[in-house]
């Protein structure tokens, strides 16, 4: 396993990158567990540090720098995922000041923070357990996936606080992963969400057994992602987000098209296609010494799957 190297040292965050042949994965945690990580305005500010420094690339086929991360897992410290913002933090002043909470301003920092965590070309990978709670329930459907443990529970309870029952981004993300008879019933009613039912949504992409389990299966998914080509992994997260804007579907394909073509012919991703295509043959190869001889679609680069076209290589 890779070693974690430190980076900057925050007051509410922990900062560790993890380099691999294959690239770096940055693991921000949380860092308050004695207040549940509720967001703070130092964590918010430093949150906004962390995104804000996240390379964009100059340009479609520009991938990231082989020294920037290309996979960012945010975690928690302790046995809460993130409480929500901490009003009684905003109302005492951590760190020697207080944050007005109230101002528009204030809900704006909120705001653009999800905004950063969408526009940054690495997918995020979310890691919760326990509450995740308002501004935390926020930050999790902001990531691009969710593994969460059995005892996590999700909340969006502005409603019962007597405020919108939509923040942060909730109204956006929410029905979209879940359809908007889930979104109303958990956003009218400010409802606390299982892990289990989550799973059942499709909020939660991968539910483990404890949070001791969190950190081998969000390693094993970061893992893949760095398995795929630098500047499709950004281009597929950016049309992600284009689709989830409501766009048409001949919009969709067209994108789509523009992608594939781009990359088609950049010499990094056809050599990329070509050792998928010798690993795949390879595999085929030896399950036949084994004496299979069940396999569909054999011939030159068959699978269940469909064979990859030679043209696309």
């Known amino acids: 396993m890779a070693s974690l190297e430190k980076l900057r040292t925050y007051s509410t965050l922990q900062c560790d990158l993890e380099r691999t042949p294959a690239g770096a994965v940055l693991w921000v945690t949380l860092n308050r567990p004695a207040a549940f990580n509720a967001l703070s305005g130092e964590m918010l500010e430093e949150l906004h540090a962390v995104f804000s420094g996240l390379e964009h690339p100059a340009s479609m086929l520009s991938a990231l720098p082989e020294d920037r991360p290309r996979v960012v897992v945010l975690r928690a410290a302790g046995r ?3 409480g929500g913002v901490d009003i009684k933090a905003a109302e005492a ?4 000041r207080a944050w007005d909470y109230k101002d528009m301003r204030s809900q704006q920092l909120l705001s653009r923070l999800i905004e950063k965590m969408r526009q940054v070309p690495q997918p995020i990978i979310a890691v919760v357990q ?3 709670a308002g501004g935390g329930f926020a930050l ?6 969710r593994v ?3 005892d996590a529970r999700f909340s969006a309870a502005f409603v019962r606080l007597g405020l919108t029952g939509t923040d942060m981004g909730t109204s956006y993300f929410l029905w979209r992963a879940a359809g908007l008879g889930i979104a109303s019933e958990l956003l009218l009613t400010g409802r606390q969400l299982g892990a289990e039912r989550a799973h059942q949504l499709g909020l939660v992409n991968e539910l483990v057994g404890s949070p001791g389990e969190l ?3 969000a390693r094993k998914l970061a893992n893949e992602m760095l398995a795929c080509s630098r500047v499709g992994l950004q281009l597929t997260k950016e049309q992600l987000n284009a689709v989830a804007d409501g766009g048409s579907l001949r919009a969709a394909l067209t994108a789509e098209n523009s992608h594939q073509m781009l990359l088609v012919n950049d010499p990094t991703a056809s050599a990329a296609a070509m050792a998928w295509l010798r690993q795949l043959m390879g595999n085929k190869k030896a399950g036949s010494s ?3 001889s069940s396999g569909s679609g054999g011939g030159s680069g068959g699978t269940g799957g ?4 030679r043209s696309k290589l």
């Open 80 to 82: 809460a995922f993130c």
């Open 93 to 96: 002043g951590v760190g020697g």
């Open 130 to 132: 326990g509450a995740a």
């Open 140 to 145: 999790a459907l902001a990531s691009d996936v």
């Open 148 to 150: 969460a443990s059995r």
């Open 215 to 217: 950190e081998a299966a």
């Open 290 to 292: 084994q004496g299979s």
């Open 306 to 309: 469909g064979a990859v076209p």
